[in-house]
């Protein structure tokens, strides 16, 4: 071996040796456990230390000087009672590693005064007594360094410090005496002392192999639960999104549906009121026909806007999707507060909507149901304000209306109509009426609408304002039309080449070109002449789509037919719209015609209408005319076709047949 690689060898050695004297401060946590564990043993350490040296010095009493075996024993009996005192208290702190480093440090650094001072003491009180006094010296010495290497095991370089200063004093100080008892004394400990401290390193190695492992076992934990954070994180913004309606940022249907639920258990359960409400707006098909989809989703962000702005306690707001909206209050759901919040909601979306290319104005209808007022489950208190909704819409104006008895008449009615045509046989149990339509001066008739009639073998006789929308709602109207239309054609194919034969038709049958060409059809296979038909279509109609509704209306103006704007005034159809259609009547609703010669809106309305169908070069027919009176003002003011009981109520297809126009009886109610 040579010079150099000793020297490395010795360096390695003493570095160690040296690294083994220090506090480790390279993991934090090993420290704290350090410190915890040794925190503990301190105290023993002291009890062992200090009763040793009591029980030494009262051996030593009068044989040694009083200073040695009184004062310092006492003295150093007291510091290690303060310092036992002082850690006993520090246990309680909770402490960063940093700080239990500093102190593990300065109680390694502690440890060889005291060491020392021990072993001094220890040496010094040697010389005095007899043989059993000056063995106890030895024994002292002993008992102490093992007590300390066990005591002081989790603080590695402490034991070191004092097995080294205790131990070789002591081997020395036990040779120096000459007496074999002592030399094999000295031995004896030393040879006991190394493989304590193999122990001692074996164990000191265990504890921080047991601690490096919990500390990644600490890490792994921390891993996964950051990384459970981000999954839970991710779901989160998954749940969120999946339950965003993201144009308008409000909660989306599926959100409704599921705190619909939630809303009434909680109401069930803490016998509060809940209001369920559904919002559909009037008038925003024609923004999104006329200025397009991106104007149309404009209006609804406002909207959204608008509504979750409303700051009301324990209300939600939803998009059902297209322009319908809902909400949910809880708590004080009283009618009161209900009806202010739909006038609330009215006024809210009435307000102009600036869409950048000028200003739009939409309208609202909202329906609500209120539970326990309603509601055997979430899902009928939602059916039961979409029906007051569907009341709100009827009634042709922006408002509110909350779900109550009548309608719940109504509603009942309608589950038996829609049960009974579901059993029915439609092509047996439907039949046409036919009410004369009749020049205004002299009453000679000039044409027949048609007018649907179902006789139910369950419910009996059903009228088309019940049975009509139920059909729409199921989808069972397009048959009927065709059904109807095929009939309708095969009567007025008897009638004289100057009666023309007037059709109602749907929503459905404009909605699609589908159902439209069907139409087109049956009058081309009937041989009819389509000039001699004129067919009937609502506002409403129109409104639902008016795209695809003014071009199923142009297809049958191009067949030839005629097409008259049904119930005119009754719907939310703007003037602007009217102008845009290939119309040739208009029919002025009978709500106008009612005492017309008695209220003078009525009249004043009947009046403009008139004068808007002369500008647009339409004819103008007044429906529901039942007195002479009527008759009388309207034919003042120009109306050139009327219609009503005045005139005849509705008769059958025979007797259609059984007499000419002229001919025609007048069926007349008082
Ligand atoms: P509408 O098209 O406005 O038909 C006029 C309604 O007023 C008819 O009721 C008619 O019987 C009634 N009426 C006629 N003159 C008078 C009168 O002087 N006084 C009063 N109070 N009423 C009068 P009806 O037959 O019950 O039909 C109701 C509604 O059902 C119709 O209103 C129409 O919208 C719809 N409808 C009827 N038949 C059909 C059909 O074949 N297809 C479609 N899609 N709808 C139909
Ligand atoms: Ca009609
Ligand atoms: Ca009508």
Not at 411 to 437: F, G, N, S
């Amino acid at each position: 071996m040579t010079d150099d690689t000793m020297m490395g060898r010795m360096r390695r050695i003493l570095v160690s040796a040296i690294r083994l004297l220090k506090v480790p401060n390279d993991n934090p946590e090993l420290t704290l456990a350090q410190f915890g564990a040794f925190s503990k043993q301190v105290p023993l350490l002291y009890f062992i230390l200090g009763t040793n040296m009591l029980s030494l010095a009262w051996t030593h009493q009068g044989t040694a000087p009083a200073a040695l075996v009184t004062y310092v024993p006492a003295f150093l009996v007291l510091v290690f009672f303060a310092r036992s005192l002082i850690w006993l208290k520090s246990r309680k702190v909770s402490r960063t590693a940093e700080q239990a480093y500093r102190q593990l440090r300065a109680t390694n650094i502690l440890s060889f005064p005291i060491a020392v001072v021990c072993t001094l003491w220890a040496l010094s009180v040697l010389p005095y007594g007899d043989a059993y006094q000056r063995a106890h010296v030895a024994f002292f010495m002993a008992i102490t360094v093992i007590g300390c290497i066990f005591s002081l095991m989790h603080l590695r370089s402490a034991a070191m410090m004092v097995t080294v200063t205790v131990t070789i004093p002591f081997f020395v100080a036990m040779c120096l005496t000459g007496e074999p008892t002592f030399i094999a004394t000295g031995i004896n400990v030393i040879l006991v002392t190394i493989p304590m401290i193999m122990i001692l390193l074996d164990q000191y190695r265990d504890f921080r192999t047991l601690n490096e492992s919990r500390h990644v076992l600490l890490q792994q934990q921390k891993a996964l639960q950051d990384q459970n954070k981000a999954m839970q994180a991710l779901s989160d913004e998954n749940l969120r999104l999946a339950n965003l309606d993201t144009l308008t940022q409000l909660a989306n249907r599926r959100s409704f549906f599921q705190m619909l639920e939630r809303a009434f258990a909680r109401a069930r359960q803490s016998g509060e009121r809940l209001a369920v409400g559904v919002i559909d707006l009037d008038g925003f098909k024609p923004v999104n026909d006329m200025y397009g989809h991106a104007a149309g989703d404009k209006v609804l962000a406002e909207i959204g806007l608008r509504l979750g702005g409303i700051t009301e306690s324990r209300l939600t707001v939803y998009r059902l999707g297209g322009d319908e909206f809902a909400l949910l209050l809880e708590g004080d759901a009283s009618e009161g507060r209900v009806t202010a919040l739909g006038q609330t909601i009215c006024d809210l979306i009435a307000n102009r909507i600036n869409i950048g290319s000028g200003l739009v104005q939409v309208t609202a209808s909202v329906g609500f149901a209120i539970y326990p007022d309603v509601g055997g489950s979430g899902q009928e208190i939602y059916e039961r304000a979409d029906y007051a909704l569907y009341t709100a819409k009827r009634r042709h104006r922006a408002g509110s209306v909350i779900f109550n008895a009548v309608q719940a008449d109504e509603l009942t009615r309608q589950k038996i109509v829609e049960d009974a045509m579901i059993a029915a046989d439609l092509e047996r149990e439907l039949y046409l009426v036919y009410q004369p339509i009749s020049h205004a001066d002299d009453l000679s008739c000039t044409g027949y609408e048609a007018l649907a009639r179902w006789q139910s073998p369950r419910i009996g006789s059903v009228s088309p304002a019940e049975f009509i929308p139920v059909a729409e709602h199921n989808g069972r109207i397009t048959m009927m039309t065709r059904i109807l239309l095929e009939r309708a054609l095969a009567v007025a194919a008897n009638w004289p080449k100057d009666v023309y034969l007037s059709f109602n038709l749907s929503p459905h049958d404009l909605s699609s070109p589908d159902n439209c060409l069907k139409i087109v059809a049956i009058v081309l296979k009937s041989g009819f002449n389509p000039a001699r038909i004129n067919f009937e279509v609502t506002e409403t109609a129109i409104m639902h789509d008016f795209e695809q509704a003014s071009a199923s209306i142009q297809l049958l103006r191009e067949l030839g037919a005629g097409i008259a704007l049904d119930d005119f005034g009754t719907g939310f159809s703007s003037l602007n719209h009217v102008h845009k259609l290939p119309l040739t009547k208009i029919k002025i609703d009978g709500s106008f015609v009612r005492n017309i010669h008695q209220r003078k809106t009525s009249y004043k309305i009947v009046k403009s209408v008139l004068a808007l169908s002369a500008d647009m070069e339409l004819d103008a027919i007044a429906e529901g005319v039942e007195t002479l009176e009527e008759l009388q003002v309207l034919r003042a003011l120009g109306v050139s076709s009327v219609q009503g009981y005045y005139v005849s109520k509705p008769i059958t297809a025979e007797e259609t047949f059984a007499q000419t126009p002229a001919e025609m009886p007048l069926v007349r109610i008082s």
